[in-house]
T-cell receptor, first 112, second 118 residues
Framework: KQEVTQIPAALSVPEGENLVLNCSFT??????LQWFRQDPGKGLTSLLL?????REQTSGRLNASLDKSSGRSTLYIAASQPGDSATYLC???????????FGKGITLSVRP | DAGVIQSPRHEVTEMGQEVTLRCKPI?????LFWYRQTMMRGLELLIY????????DSGMPEDRFSAKMPNASFSTLKIQPSEPRDSAVYFC????????????????FGQGTRLTVV
């Protein structure tokens, strides 16, 4: 059974700081890992999808990496801005049973 | 494509009433997921379908919950009778899953239905 963990649950940083959000998963037979952003009261917006054959994906100031052997993914946010304040969730897709399993998310606050 | 569409966006109902949540997945997607989100538990997978067939409903909390997918473009999640502890945001997501070996299975979410049972 796939379990996805995100620690810490909350993070507060000053504007401009580079930061790393961590995600760990138990089942290395993962097809892909997806990072989402959720603003308060809103739905989930897909940020990056890393396929199992890839090591990383980049979109603007965001870079996500995947290490299947260690069961870890990281989301790197460069030069953080107050607009980056949101909850970030990672989800692993396990193809054997086509299931998408989420971590509980990290609530990020970027202080001006 | 308009994305995953859920309705209603908000639902307030009295305890004991039947509630039906609706979801229209992205056209062409063949896997559909229902999630429930609360502050305490985060996102919980309730049930998911592949090609309109329920694959795993082990996350459905009780027999009061039921879900159907009569065709590729529509799914419902029903709660009967509803209880205050069912209050949560319910999300629907869809994926194009082409079977074992598929890797590019980006999931897209609807805006959710905020359910309040009083």
């Amino acid at each position: 059974k796939q379990e996805v963990t995100q620690i810490p649950a909350a993070l507060s940083v000053p504007e401009g700081e580079n930061l790393v959000l961590n995600c760990s998963f138990t089942d290395s037979a993962i097809y892909n890992l997806q990072w989402f952003r959720q603003d308060p009261g809103k739905g989930l917006t897909s940020l990056l999808l890393i396929q199992s054959s890839q090591r990383e994906q980049t979109s603007g100031r965001l870079n996500a990496s995947l290490d299947k052997s260690s069961g870890r993914s990281t989301l790197y946010i460069a030069a953080s801005q107050p607009g980056d304040s949101a909850t970030y969730l990672c989800a692993g897709f396990t193809g054997a049973n086509s299931k998408l399993t989420f971590g509980k998310g990290i609530t990020l606050s970027v202080r001006p | 494509d308009a994305g995953v569409i859920q309705s209603p966006r908000h639902e307030v109902t009295e305890m004991g009433q039947e509630v039906t949540l609706r979801c229209k997945p992205i056209s062409g997607h063949n896997s559909l997921f229902w999630y429930r989100q609360t502050m305490m538990r985060g996102l919980e997978l309730l049930i998911y379908f592949n090609n309109n067939v329920p694959i795993d409903d082990s996350g459905m909390p009780e027999d009061r919950f039921s879900a159907k997918m009569p065709n590729a473009s529509f799914s419902t999640l029903k709660i009967q009778p509803s209880e205050p502890r069912d209050s949560a945001v319910y999300f629907c997501a869809s994926i194009l899953y082409l079977g074992y070996g598929t890797v590019n299975t980006e999931a897209f979410f609807g805006q959710g239905t905020r359910l309040t049972v009083v």
